[in-house]
């Protein structure tokens, strides 16, 4: 284990936010007569954390009321869409986030409820300012209509359509925990625990705090169930798209980029986009 105690008394001198810590099975040098190498811990720099992109655009984001109204309005249309049996969502993960944003009670029963029409779930993909990758994930009961209307939103705010965006992301198992009060070296023995591989630093649409653990599709409930053991509060769970490889903005592109996202997010049928950026340091 000295593996590991060097790397957790190494992280006492690194500053919250500034790393990603990747956890991956891996050989260490060791001697010979050694035990079978213990996993190895690699400190990889913050990709796609959310405080760390669009901190210099925040600016041009509407008021906390306003986010908070969007936010409901997307958990109702996921609530419909996983409450339709031929969709592929978690209705028990969806209320799972319904709850931890504090949406009231009677306006989640009254989307249950107003479930009839089956909805369609479709993942566009497309490019932004700059050379950025989107993927923009809906629920819809028109695809026709969603996709003239996606078309319309990027071409109006320097995007377009880009078949093939997908294959620049891995679709990955997350499960997310609110960050207060979480030091680094806290978060990375429950990821050890865990098992899983990466954790990255992000706030929500209000501005607090998240870190997400990044595990294998197939792991998920493992690492939700070893975080709720140790005491954590799952904010989520399920599976996330992640860069393979990220685009650098400078600010200009970055608040061009937000601009753009932020009109697709307006979009009723669009549910969530995943990108590639990292701004300029």
């Not at 990747?22 to 959310?50: D, F, K, M, N, T």
């Not at 009670?105 to 009254?110: D, G, L």
């Not at 925990?177 to 990466?198: H, K, S």
């Not at 294998?216 to 992640?242: A, P, W």
């Given at each position: ?259 753009l996202i932020d009109a697709l997010s307006d979009y009723p049928d669009v549910v969530r986009i995943w990108d590639n950026i990292q701004a300029d340091s």
């Amino acid at each position: 284990m000295a593996g590991p105690a060097a790397v957790l008394t190494a992280l006492r001198t690194l500053r919250r936010g500034s790393l990603s810590v990747r956890l991956r099975a891996s050989h260490v040098c060791s001697p010979p007569w050694s035990a079978p190498p213990a996993r190895a811990l690699q400190l990889w720099p913050v990709l796609c954390a959310g405080h760390n992109k669009w901190s210099k655009v925040k600016h041009i984001k509407g008021p906390k009321d306003d986010a908070r109204a969007r936010v409901f309005m997307k958990l109702t249309m996921m609530i419909k869409g996983g409450a339709n049996p031929d969709m592929n969502l978690n209705l028990a993960q969806i209320l799972e986030q319904c709850r931890s944003k504090n949406m009231p009670k009677a306006s989640i029963e009254t989307a249950i409820k107003s479930a009839s029409k089956p909805l369609s779930q479709h993942v566009f993909e497309a490019r932004g300012p700059g050379g950025c990758l989107l993927l923009i994930e809906i629920l819809t009961d028109s695809n026709s209509r969603s996709h003239q209307e996606i078309k319309r939103l990027l071409i109006k705010n320097g995007g377009a359509l880009s078949e093939g965006a997908r294959h620049n992301f891995n679709k990955r198992g997350m499960v997310v925990v609110p960050g207060q009060n979480i030091a680094t070296e806290r978060a990375l023995e429950l990821a050890i625990e865990a098992g899983a591989e990466d954790i990255k630093e992000t706030e929500d649409e209000e501005g607090q705090p998240l870190l997400q653990f990044v595990c294998e599709t197939t792991d998920v409930g493992k690492v939700r169930t070893s975080l709720q053991n140790s005491g954590m509060q799952i904010t989520s769970s399920g599976m996330e798209f992640v860069p393979r490889v990220v685009v650098n903005l400078n600010e200009d592109l970055l608040i061009a980029a937000s601009t753009l996202i932020d009109a697709l997010s307006d979009y009723p049928d669009v549910v969530r986009i995943w990108d590639n950026i990292q701004a300029d340091s």
